[in-house]
């Protein structure tokens, strides 16, 4: 059985730190998963409720030229990313269905490497099992093993880390996985919240990165966090036309098709740079209030220039933070959620209301 070869669900196991975080006179602060909790931004949501919610037949795996031209000027016009062809751009449902099920639909099984980061998204491992195939952890790639390695996964900026690669190390992977006829596939759901990073995050498309090849390149790419369309599942990836036509036609094959008003949010989500700025300010805000509020707790804060989260440690097990925050009616992550090397960490989420981030500041500084 497939669910005989996959670590326990990571977040069932914070049952008991919930319940004494939720016992907290003042109510819970919920810091510990990075879903989005502002509203939704106008031009997305007219998209939804527009003439797409009218069409009642089947929606294309491919999506509308025009839904692929807007990502493909979006990933130039926001990130740099030039020369992506709007024939190697696919909607997607939601990035994480893409990071658990690419070593499939790529071909791995038994016997191939796929590559992740020391300190990684859960889902990375959780997708080369599914495929059958062995995972490495490792940010140098020393350890990757010859010849096998079929996939290596980037995330910058990153979760859990809030860290950001230099262009150098980019440049260093992409040579690297070439050299061995490896896809590298870079995660980039943080990359429109560059927070203080300087210089600021680059797509493994940009042309600093690449030199404008994009061959054996895939960009992954979610709204959830930059436009808070994590209910609507709406994501995609570019890239290698060759690697992006063979996704879609297993993809047409298996029915991995993205709702026909989700696409046009997609759409008007990507057309849309204002929204995106103002939602980046937020993280931004409450990013320094919180970092703050932990520093005066006593915790240091590695990394967490950009993204989504921050990065802490007192040099104890991480479980033990845990509780102590859940003391004070807050809740967050385990670093050991993101590999043997996050023990004596926890990951902090920016995503909270202004008012349930101030309670929490409030609540470490006394």
């Known amino acids: ?5 996959l670590p326990d669900f990571p977040w069932d196991s914070l049952g008991a730190a919930r319940e004494k975080a939720t016992a907290h006179p003042d109510g819970l602060v919920d810091l510990s998963v990075g879903t989005p909790v502002d509203p939704v931004p106008d031009v997305v949501r007219s998209a939804l409720a527009g003439p ?7 929606p294309t795996t491919y999506g509308p030229v025009a839904l692929r031209t807007a990502i493909a000027d979006s990933l130039a016009r926001r990130y740099g990313a030039t020369g992506v062809d709007p024939a190697a751009v696919l909607p997607t449902i939601g990035s994480k269905e893409t990071v658990a099920w690419l070593p499939t639909l790529l071909g791995l099984g038994a016997g191939d490497i796929v590559v992740i980061p020391e300190l990684a998204y859960p889902t990375y491992e959780v997708g080369a099992r599914l495929a059958g195939a ?8 020393t350890a990757a093993g010859p010849g ?10 990153s979760n859990p880390t809030g860290r950001v690669l230099p262009v150098d190390h980019l440049r260093k992977v992409v040579t690297w996985a070439r050299e061995r006829g490896a896809v590298v596939a870079s995660d980039e759901c943080y990359l429109g919240l560059p927070g203080g990073s300087d210089p600021a995050p680059r797509s493994v498309l940009h042309p600093d990165v690449c030199d404008g090849d994009h061959t054996g390149l895939l960009a992954v790419h979610s709204l959830s966090k930059t436009s808070n369309t994590a209910g609507y599942r ?3 990836v570019a890239g290698d036309p060759s690697l992006v036509s063979a996704l879609l036609e297993v993809r047409k094959h298996a029915g991995m098709i993205v709702p026909r008003p989700v696409q046009a949010a997609l759409q008007a989500a990507v057309s849309d740079d204002a929204h995106v700025a103002v939602q980046a300010a937020l993280y931004d805000a409450r990013r320094a209030r919180l970092r703050g509020g932990l520093e005066a707790f006593g915790l240091k804060i590695e990394h967490s220039v950009a993204g989504l989260y921050l990065w802490c440690t007192e040099d104890e097990d991480c479980r033990s933070t845990v509780d102590r925050l859940a003391e004070r009616g807050i809740l967050v992550a ?9 023990r004596r960490h926890v990951r902090v989420a920016l995503t909270a209301s202004d008012e349930r981030i101030d309670a929490a500041v409030a609540r470490l500084s006394t």
């Open 1 to 5: 059985m497939v669910g005989h070869r």
């Open 52 to 58: 797409a919610a009218d069409e009642p037949g089947y």
């Open 134 to 141: 062995d995972h490495v952890r490792s940010d140098s790639l």
């Open 148 to 157: 096998r390695v079929k996939l290596v996964w980037l995330n910058s900026p």
């Open 234 to 236: 709406a994501a995609y």
């Open 334 to 342: 385990p670093g050991e959620f993101y590999g043997p090397a996050g």
